[in-house]
């Protein structure tokens, strides 16, 4: 059985067309089909809508309601921990990713030759400025964080139980879960797709989102900052010290005979500035080794229910 965890967040205009296509997914698979709905706080009346038409779907589907926001990857380890198949797989609730990519993605698997399958973009129909920021994302994911990343990034995945168990292992908050699928390793495929256009409602991954989700990859798996602030820092020793000679030197031939005011004030923002990065990096490291101690659960749960398909 393959067991589908979608996250729902802001989607209560696309659920009537999620429904159906899930109604699709579940005759192609000959009725091997759960489904997982992960309501992450949404303030929209997604919950209310599922919870009315899902019993006459004919779905099995569980549907969990947390008890605010957490973001998606937090949703989707929940409705991971929640699903009871052989297989499993995240597809996104706003249907820009095809439906038919989750019977692509569980084909793969069921050849018992991999173990996680990814579901790479290779083209976005959006607009144009969406699709640069997308890139420019990606490229310094790739540059900086995870250089197996593909081109155009990963957001859907499917997988067997056995890479499950390993990636809900993983309990460091704070982190990406894109990322932990490929630190995790395992065997891997990828399949192909085309990102459909939006049809209903707006994205909720904001620019911020955006930059928090870049952060957190940063901080958690890679050293990045701490070489950047090392080089900041050797490259500022280097003009310190060429300046402290070129004084020297105009001083000794009497060519400055008025101590440098703006030289003492330059120095002392510039070391200054670095002193107050360097602070913030280090800090911020320190804070979520401080986060990880805690052993908050990522998400919260308010209410579970379940529907059996007739």
């Given at each position: 059985?393959?067991?589908?965890?979608?996250?729902v967040y802001r989607n209560?205009?696309?659920?009537?067309?999620?429904?159906?296509?899930?109604?699709?997914?579940?005759?192609?698979?000959?009725?091997?089909?759960?489904?997982?709905?992960?309501?992450?706080?949404?303030?929209?009346?997604?919950?209310?809508?599922?919870?009315?038409?899902?019993?006459?779907?004919?779905?099995?589907?569980?549907?969990?309601?947390?008890?605010?926001?957490?973001?998606?990857?937090?949703?989707?380890?929940?409705?991971?921990?929640?699903?009871?198949?052989?297989?499993?797989?995240?597809?996104?609730?706003?249907?820009?990713?095809?439906?038919?990519?989750?019977?692509?993605?569980?084909?793969v698997l069921a050849r018992?030759?991999?173990?996680?399958?990814?579901?790479?973009?290779?083209?976005?129909?959006?607009?144009?400025?969406?699709?640069?920021?997308?890139?420019?994302?990606?490229?310094?994911?790739?540059?900086?964080?995870?250089?197996?990343?593909?081109?155009?990034?990963?957001?859907?995945?499917?997988?067997?139980?056995?890479?499950?168990?390993?990636?809900?292992?993983?309990?460091?908050s704070r982190s990406s879960?894109?990322?932990?699928?490929?630190?995790?390793?395992?065997?891997?495929?990828?399949?192909?797709?085309?990102?459909?256009?939006?049809?209903?409602?707006?994205?909720?991954?904001?620019?911020?989102?955006?930059?928090?989700?870049?952060?957190?990859?940063?901080?958690?798996?890679?050293?990045?900052?701490?070489?950047?602030?090392?080089?900041?820092?050797?490259?500022?020793?280097?003009?310190?010290?060429?300046?402290?000679?070129?004084?020297?030197?105009?001083?000794?031939?009497?060519?400055?005979?008025?101590?440098?005011?703006?030289?003492?004030?330059?120095?002392?923002?510039?070391?200054?500035?670095?002193?107050?990065?360097?602070?913030?990096?280090?800090?911020?490291?320190?804070?979520?080794?401080?986060?990880?101690?805690?052993?908050?659960?990522?998400?919260?749960?308010?209410?579970?229910?379940?529907?059996?398909?007739?």
């Amino acid at each position: 059985m393959l067991s589908l965890v979608i996250p729902v967040y802001r989607n209560e205009g696309s659920i009537p067309e999620l429904l159906a296509v899930l109604q699709g997914l579940h005759q192609a698979l000959a009725g091997a089909l759960e489904v997982v709905f992960v309501v992450d706080g949404s303030p929209d009346r997604c919950h209310d809508l599922l919870r009315e038409q899902l019993p006459h779907t004919g779905l099995d589907a569980t549907l969990v309601l947390l008890t605010r926001n957490f973001g998606a990857f937090a949703a989707v380890r929940t409705g991971l921990a929640h699903a009871r198949g052989e297989f499993f797989a995240v597809m996104a609730a706003d249907l820009q990713e095809p439906p038919e990519l989750v019977l692509r993605m569980q084909a793969v698997l069921a050849r018992g030759e991999t173990d996680v399958v990814v579901a790479e973009r290779t083209l976005r129909h959006d607009p144009p400025w969406q699709r640069w920021q997308a890139q420019l994302f990606w490229w310094f994911y790739r540059r900086y964080v995870v250089p197996e990343m593909p081109p155009g990034g990963v957001d859907i995945f499917a997988c067997n139980r056995a890479f499950r168990d390993a990636l809900l292992g993983l309990e460091e908050s704070r982190s990406s879960l894109i990322a932990q699928i490929f630190w995790l390793g395992f065997r891997r495929a990828s399949v192909p797709y085309v990102r459909q256009p939006r049809r209903h409602g707006e994205s909720a991954w904001t620019w911020r989102k955006k930059v928090a989700y870049l952060a957190d990859s940063v901080f958690a798996f890679t050293d990045l900052p701490v070489r950047l602030l090392t080089r900041v820092g050797a490259l500022g020793l280097l003009v310190a010290t060429a300046l402290a000679a070129v004084v020297l030197f105009g001083r000794l031939a009497g060519l400055i005979s008025v101590p440098g005011y703006a030289m003492t004030l330059i120095a002392i923002l510039f070391f200054g500035a670095l002193n107050l990065l360097s602070l913030g990096i280090v800090g911020t490291y320190a804070w979520r080794a401080y986060e990880n101690t805690k052993q908050r659960p990522q998400a919260v749960v308010l209410r579970v229910q379940r529907f059996e398909s007739r």
